[in-house]
C-alpha cells in the first residue's frame, strides 16, 4: 500500500469547470506539498501547508491533519491549467518526502 | 534569476561508466535533494541534503552518492551505472526557517539513459 494516494488518476475537464484533486495519506507529517508538473516536465511549487487552507489566483489547498487527507482545488479551470499535480508528504521526523503518483487533469477548451 | 541548475540535461551513457550529474542553486538554501522520477512510480526521493556536510538516504539511495562540500552544489555520483538506473531526475532546493520547510525549488531536469 502506498503511503500517499492520489484520486482520480486522470481528470478530464471543460474550460471553466471546478476542478478537486485529493490526496490521502497514511503516515505522520509535518507538511504537504502540491506540486505541478508541466507536460514539458518542469516542476512548480504550487503549495506548502500544514493546517487550514491557501489560496493562490484560481487554486486553492486544503488540508485536514486528523483525517490525513488534503485537496487541490481549480476555480474556473482553463486549458493552461493542463498538467500533472503531485502531493507530496514530509513524513514526521524523518524529513523524507514521499510522493503521491499524481493526477493527469487535461482541460478542453 | 534564481534558480536551480542541472547539468548536463541529456546523457546517454553505458554501463560501468561513472558519472556525475551537477546541481546547483543560487538562493542560498540549506536543504537540497535528488529525485527520480519513473513511469508508474512518480518522484522518488534519492538523497537529501540539511545543509554542508550534511546528507542522508531518500528512499531509494541505493547505487548513487552524493557530497555537500559547498552550500550551492549537490551532485548526484553514480558509481557504476546500470540499465535501471535509467530515470529522468530532479534537483530541487528550499529554505530551512529553523525546523520548519519551505516550497522546494526543481531543477529542469536530466534525462540519463543507461544503455
Known amino acids: 500500500k502506498n503511503e500517499v494516494e492520489q484520486s482520480p488518476q486522470n481528470l478530464t475537464a471543460q474550460e471553466g469547470e471546478f476542478i478537486t484533486i485529493n490526496c490521502s495519506y497514511s503516515?505522520?507529517?509535518?507538511?504537504l506539498h502540491w506540486l505541478q508538473q508541466h507536460p514539458g516536465g518542469g516542476i512548480v511549487s504550487l503549495f506548502m501547508?500544514?493546517?487550514g487552507k491557501k489560496k493562490h489566483g484560481r487554486l486553492i489547498a486544503t488540508i485536514n491533519i486528523q483525517e490525513k487527507h488534503s485537496s487541490l482545488h481549480i476555480t474556473a479551470s482553463h486549458p493552461r491549467d493542463s498538467a500533472v499535480y503531485i502531493c507530496?508528504?514530509?513524513?514526521?521526523?524523518?524529513?523524507?518526502?514521499?510522493f503521491g503518483t499524481g493526477t493527469r487533469l487535461q482541460v478542453f477548451p | 534569476e534564481a534558480q536551480v541548475t542541472q547539468n548536463p540535461r541529456y546523457l546517454i551513457t553505458v554501463t560501468g561508466k561513472k558519472l556525475t550529474v551537477t546541481c546547483s542553486q543560487n538562493?542560498?538554501?540549506?536543504?537540497m535533494s535528488w529525485y527520480r522520477q519513473d513511469p508508474g512510480l512518480g518522484l522518488r526521493q534519492i538523497y537529501y541534503?540539511?545543509?554542508?556536510?550534511?546528507?542522508d538516504k531518500g528512499d531509494v539511495p541505493e547505487g548513487y552518492k552524493v557530497s555537500r562540500k559547498e552550500k550551492r552544489n549537490f551532485p548526484l555520483i553514480l558509481e557504476s551505472p546500470s540499465p535501471n538506473q535509467t530515470s529522468l531526475y530532479f534537483c530541487?532546493?528550499?529554505?530551512?526557517?529553523?525546523?520548519?520547510?519551505?516550497?522546494?525549488?526543481f531543477g529542469p531536469g536530466t534525462r540519463l539513459t543507461v544503455l
Open positions: 530541487a532546493s528550499s529554505f530551512l526557517s529553523g525546523d520548519s520547510y519551505n516550497e522546494q525549488f
Open positions: 503516515v505522520g507529517i509535518s507538511a
Open positions: 501547508l500544514s493546517s
Open positions: 507530496a508528504v514530509l513524513w514526521y521526523n524523518t524529513d523524507k518526502l514521499i
Open positions: 538562493m542560498n538554501h540549506e536543504y
Open positions: 541534503s540539511m545543509n554542508v556536510e550534511v546528507t
